[in-house]
Structure formats: structure tokens, C-alpha cells
């Protein structure tokens, strides 16, 4: 597990499932996604985020100079599977980026989770030779039923995946913590970027193998308390762990 909003690149070709988390103003979008949506010039990419559109609007020139077709496309669209399958069809040969749009006024997370699990089943029927990768950007907008039986299956389908969430412990509520639990240890790579849960602070510091020390991590600062030392407050951007 990594801490921190640093910043993270993985490797082209790396097929890996990721998980971030990170509350409002910690950097997630900046230093993950739009770094690693800008850095790929080889795989197809689909983006699914609000209507803010602020991957889209970060990344999409890069992606045109990178020579990607760039689509967008509205998740609660009455056409959206048809135009889906029609773009998938149509583009097998033509590396592209798909921005998929989320209004989260006029539905439930119910609604949403399940359109986006069709998604799902349309690409794995599809069997795309080219390899791609999803990024779920404000997961917890369309929470998708089934979601840890998709992860442990995406890597045969040339699938990487992100789940990017502000909150663990939201995850738990939806999913209950079983499942959510399960797509944590389902990915290869969990990015904590900081929060301002004191639930999820503990639980990271449980994972992060500090039992020694408990790591409380706030929006900006990181807390250790030591039993041998006063408190130390670090700020989250320079924080380094030396045991």
C-alpha cells in the first residue's frame, strides 16, 4: 500500500487492478488519473465521471495529439448500449479514449451501478485484442453489483482496472464489508491518498503494519503518536516512514 500524494506512474503494458482513495482536495484526480490517462499512448482507455467532466477536460487534448479518437457518451442515455456497442464495433482498430458521463440528479446509484454493469458484459463479449483500461472515477456514484466476481476476472479480458473512491468505509456501507473488503485486497495496488475519516485513517494505519504506533491521516497533516515520543504532525505531501 502506498500513502501519500505523491506522484505515481505505472508502467505501459501493466495490466494491473488499482484501488485509490482519498477525500476531497488530496490530490487523487491530479496525481493519479490524469497522470496516468495523459502517460498512455498505447491502450484503450474509458473514463466514467460526473458531469463535471474534469478528466475530460484535464486530459482529452492530450489524448488527440497522442492520435486517439476521443468519445463521450451519456451513461443514462435511452441509446447508451447501442451507441456503446456501435462505437466498440466500429473502432477495433483505432485506439481511442471513451469519457462516460454520470448525472447523478435523476437516478439512483442502483440505476447507475447496474447500467454500468451492462458496460461491463458488452465488453467482455466484445474480447477486445488491444489491451484497456477503466477508470472508475467517484465510484460510489454507481456502485456495481458483483463488482469483486469482475475483478478477479478482468486480467484474463486484458482489463486493468481503478476504482477510485473518497471514502473506504462509504465502499462498506454500500457493498457491506465483506465485498468491499474484497475488492480492496482483489487489486494489486491500493493508493491512500488521505482523508478526513477517522475510520478510514484507522483502518489504513491497521494495513499500513504501523503497530507500533497509531498513524492518524487527516485531509492535510499525518498524525503519528508513539508511545516512546510526543505526537508528530507531518504534512501529507512530504511524509516519509522510517522505522
Known amino acids: 500500500m502506498l500513502i501519500g500524494a505523491t506522484e505515481l506512474k505505472f508502467e505501459q503494458g501493466n495490466n494491473s487492478n488499482v484501488y485509490v482513495v482519498g477525500s476531497n482536495g488530496t490530490g487523487k484526480n491530479r496525481f493519479y488519473t490524469n497522470l496516468n490517462v495523459k502517460r498512455e499512448e498505447e491502450k484503450n482507455i474509458i473514463v466514467i465521471e460526473s458531469m463535471k467532466k474534469e478528466a475530460y477536460h484535464a486530459t482529452h487534448q492530450t489524448k488527440v495529439e497522442q492520435g486517439y479518437l476521443v468519445l463521450q457518451l451519456d451513461l443514462?442515455?435511452?441509446h447508451f448500449h447501442g451507441m456503446l456497442r456501435e462505437v466498440l464495433s466500429q473502432y477495433q482498430h483505432q485506439k481511442f479514449i471513451?469519457?462516460?458521463?454520470v448525472n447523478v440528479v435523476e437516478s439512483t446509484y442502483h440505476e447507475r451501478g447496474e447500467q454500468v454493469q451492462k458496460l461491463l458484459h458488452i465488453l467482455i463479449e466484445q474480447q477486445f485484442k488491444k489491451a484497456m483500461h477503466i477508470y472508475f472515477d467517484e465510484y460510489e456514484m454507481y456502485p456495481i453489483p458483483n463488482i469483486d466476481k469482475f475483478l478477479c476476472v478482468t486480467?484474463?479480458?486484458?482489463m486493468g482496472v481503478s476504482i477510485i473512491v473518497q471514502y473506504h468505509s462509504q465502499l462498506q456501507q454500500i457493498h457491506g464489508k465483506r465485498i468491499a473488503n474484497q475488492v480492496l485486497t482483489n487489486c494489486d495496488w491500493t493508493l491512500f491518498f488521505g482523508t478526513n475519516s477517522m475510520q478510514d485513517a484507522e483502518y489504513f494505519s491497521r494495513m499500513s503494519g504501523y503497530d507500533q504506533m497509531e498513524v492518524f491521516l487527516l485531509q492535510d497533516e499525518i498524525i503519528l503518536l508513539d508511545a516512546?515520543?510526543?505526537p508528530q504532525k507531518i504534512p501529507i505531501r512530504n511524509a516519509e516512514f522510517n522505522r
Open 98 to 101: 471513451l469519457y462516460i458521463h
Open 228 to 230: 516512546y515520543y510526543p
Open 76 to 78: 443514462l442515455s435511452p
Open 155 to 158: 486480467q484474463g479480458y486484458q
